[in-house]
């Protein structure tokens, strides 16, 4: 299969069940490592792993907009709207992707969604890696207080309506797809470094 990024094998052609996608060598000591994928599917935790592992920051982007505007995500969304948050996440994405201390940054889930932000990862000299789980296995995972207002109303069906949207667009910008269901923080760790 053939992406902006490379040749992407498909999942269901590699045997050991293990990394899904290509393995376009381990991450290099001068580029980011860019986690995406749905919500629930472990970003913000591999994220934290992978940066102590590798000695690197770690720009996740959620946090950084509660500490840029000292308000928590849910309160951006209920006041401002969903396209105000989507602005300050372009902010804090495009912000950790001109890091040059190489670093390892969460991206959140809806980041893909903007073309621009698709191009800047797809541009980055970072490996970038979707973190991949069915919308039902996510679901049994996913917390949906706190930072997460999209899965208020019935996060099955959201989850599966995101899957439809994103999933095309979480392909394109991949170097890299590791399946994350029956694993766990640590096993999607050595996936990632692998
Ligand atoms: C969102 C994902 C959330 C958060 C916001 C919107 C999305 O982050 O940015 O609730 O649209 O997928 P996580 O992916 O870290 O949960």
Redesign the pocket.
């Given at each position: 299969m053939s992406s902006d990024r490379g040749t992407v094998s498909d999942v269901d052609d590699m045997a050991d069940g293990l990394v899904d996608g290509v393995v376009d060598g381990v991450v290099r000591d001068d580029q980011h490592v860019v986690l995406v994928?749905?919500?629930?599917?472990g970003?913000?935790t591999v994220g934290r792993m992978l940066a102590e592992r590798l000695h690197r920051p770690l720009y996740?982007?959620?946090q950084m907009?509660e500490a840029r505007t000292g308000r928590t995500?849910?309160e951006i969304?209920a006041n401002d709207g969903?396209p105000v948050?989507r602005a300050l996440?372009a902010e804090a994405l495009a912000d950790a992707l001109v890091s040059t201390t190489p670093s390892v940054i969460?991206?959140?889930?809806?980041?893909v969604?903007s073309e621009a932000n698709r191009r800047l990862l797809r541009a980055a000299n970072a490996k970038v890696v979707w973190l991949r789980a069915d919308p039902a296995v996510l679901v049994e995972r996913?917390q949906s207080a706190g930072?997460?207002?999209?899965?208020d109303d019935d996060p099955p069906a959201v989850l599966r309506q995101?899957a439809d949207t994103?999933e095309p667009l979480y392909r394109e910008v991949a170097d890299v797809i590791v399946t994350v269901a029956g694993r766990s923080p640590h096993e999607v760790v050595e996936a990632v470094l692998r």
């Open positions: 994928g749905l919500m629930g599917a970003k913000s996740d982007s959620d907009i995500v849910r969304f969903e948050f996440e969460a991206a959140a889930g809806g980041a969604l996913v930072h997460r207002p999209l899965l995101m994103r």
